[in-house]
């Protein structure tokens, strides 16, 4: 019974053209990172983190586009998958069939989760096909919060904990909007709930900066109180995890997606669909 | 005979105020059963209830012998609906949308889904309009979907909330005549509101009337008559039970 619900929400999230849209806008992403590090590569020398090749494109592209389009992309899956389907009836039909509340939620949870590793994966292959046709090669490679120069091996090591913590990053900003999306009336609501969220993680970093101004900016301290906004994780925790500095930005990002995925869960197994 | 929905004591309170007050009522196999009442009487909120949409304040629902608040999965396993309006995705044909809907059929191969698909088309008359995008149906049609949409899972029980609504006066003889030849061919009981009453009373056998929330009458459409003898139709007899 759960590989038909799987294969049902599969589908369903499919047969809506804005993620078809989304998957192919990450090609148009990753021409607008290929432009930003052409423009970057005429003043930057090859040791520079602000270079970029072969060896290195399929990250620093991810980190110029994780907090801005991936997040996007996410909301809109979010908005499809959730609001759309739960606040304007299309899911009526499926909980009046003899079938589990509970497991449909999994089922839907796991094909957000399946897609967006998806748009993730899509995103490599092109940066790293970008890299190589149009980018300079390189055997060694900067990488962020190390020193020195990498070669493919670290990269590889490197890139593998930054993606993993990119996408997890991801299913967290998902789990938050999956929540405001099923509680919101309307995709104004969630659009504003998401908006406003960034918007206070902003709030937050600059309160936390004042009050460690006289610290470090890779104190463990600061990072630590860093690494519960959300935001922060992104635009800097998942390079100084992929850097090995630190996982209290998995920890945090775990803490998160546990909270938010539990307060979705129960409201969209609420035993009055909206009452 | 099977008694295949079974209102017991049911109340509903929504916002502080009670819009089903202790309602008691059973609908049996093979009935055609029109559920009557002004708007906001609580014909929705009861049968979103009789559809585990949502759950009753006080009082229990008995579907197939089975009570859908403590098992919802098989008391709903029987059950095909519509409430409110059919839902769609409408940028995919009509046939794409039930074929993902009948996924759900649990027990079912994929080829036996495909068939049932079919056989439903066939059923409401929308075989060879099945590969045209659902946004490009009329209202009948989308209309005549979603019942297709609820007969994919072999229903013996149909509720149906305002099925009527939006459809012309061919559509209207289209689906009342669907309506009594599912209810021969297959003998599904169906538990029907709507505001139309001429078209209630050429298919149902009995009624139930109700007013904020409580049942005013209930009986077959011959008690009917014999209780109100002068009344020619069932709008007369429902301004009468209202006013």
């Given at each position: ?236 925790g998942v390079a100084y995890f992929a850097s090995g500095i630190t996982d209290v930005f998995l920890y945090s ?23 | ?243």
């Amino acid at each position: 019974m759960f590989r038909s619900l799987f294969i049902y929400e599969f589908e369903k999230f499919w047969f809506k053209k804005i993620n078809i849209v989304c998957l192919i806008a990450i090609l148009i992403v990753n021409l607008l990172s290929l432009k930003f590090a052409l423009q970057s590569n005429k003043t930057a020398d090859m040791t520079d983190i602000v270079f970029n090749s072969s060896l290195n494109f399929h990250i620093t592209s991810l980190q110029e586009m994780l907090l801005t389009a991936f997040n996007a992309i996410v909301i809109t899956f979010c908005i499809l998958s959730f609001h759309e389907e739960y606040r304007k009836g299309y899911l009526r039909m499926t909980f009046m069939r003899g079938i589990s509340i509970r497991k449909l939620y999994i089922a839907k949870s796991l094909v957000m989760s399946l897609n967006i590793l998806l748009t993730i994966i899509i995103h490599l292959i092109i940066s790293l096909l970008i890299a190589l046709i149009v980018l300079p090669k390189t055997s060694t490679s900067p990488l962020y919060f190390k020193e020195g120069l990498y070669g493919i091996s670290d990269v590889v090591f490197f890139s593998i904990k930054y993606y993993f913590l990119a996408y997890f990053s991801l299913l967290t900003f998902g789990s938050i909007i999956e929540f405001l999306s099923i509680k919101s009336r309307s995709i104004a609501g969630v659009l504003g709930l998401s908006l406003g969220f960034v918007f206070l993680n902003f709030i937050y970093i600059s309160y936390v900066s004042f009050l460690f101004k006289n610290y470090p900016v890779s104190d463990p301290l600061v990072l630590k109180y860093n690494s519960l906004s959300f935001v922060f994780v992104q635009a800097k925790g998942v390079a100084y995890f992929a850097s090995g500095i630190t996982d209290v930005f998995l920890y945090s990002l775990i803490f998160m997606y546990l909270i938010f995925k539990s307060l979705s869960y129960l409201a969209f197994t609420n035993k009055n669909y909206l009452e | 005979m099977k008694s295949m929905i079974e209102v017991q004591n049911v109340s509903k309170t929504l916002n502080k105020r009670k819009v089903i007050q202790n309602m008691t009522f059973n609908v049996m196999k093979g009935d055609i059963c029109g559920f009557i009442g002004p708007n906001g009487a609580g014909k929705t909120t009861l049968m979103k209830m009789a559809t585990g949409l949502i759950k009753p304040s006080e009082g229990e629902i008995l579907i197939n012998g089975i009570n859908i608040q403590r098992d919802r999965e098989k008391a709903l396993f029987e059950v095909g609906a519509i409430i409110e309006v059919p839902v769609f995705f409408e940028y995919i044909t009509g046939r794409k949308n039930l074929r993902n809907l009948a996924r759900l059929n649990i027990g079912m191969d994929r080829k036996e889904q495909f068939k049932k698909v079919e056989e439903v088309l066939e059923l409401v008359g929308l075989k060879d309009r099945g590969n045209d995008l659902v946004k490009n149906y009329s209202l009948g049609m989308k209309q005549r979907l979603g019942i297709a949409q609820s007969l994919l899972n072999n229903p013996s029980i149909v509720i149906l909330d305002e099925p009527s609504n939006g459809l012309d006066p061919i559509g209207m003889k289209e689906l009342r005549e669907l309506i009594l030849n599912l209810a021969k061919e297959f003998d599904i009981t169906f538990f029907i509101s709507s505001h139309l009453l001429d078209e209630l009373q050429k298919i149902c056998n009995k009624y139930i009337f109700i007013k904020e929330g409580c049942i005013k009458w209930i009986g077959d459409a011959d008690s009917l008559l014999k209780d109100k003898e002068k009344e020619k139709d069932l709008e007369d007899v429902f301004l009468d039970f209202m006013g």
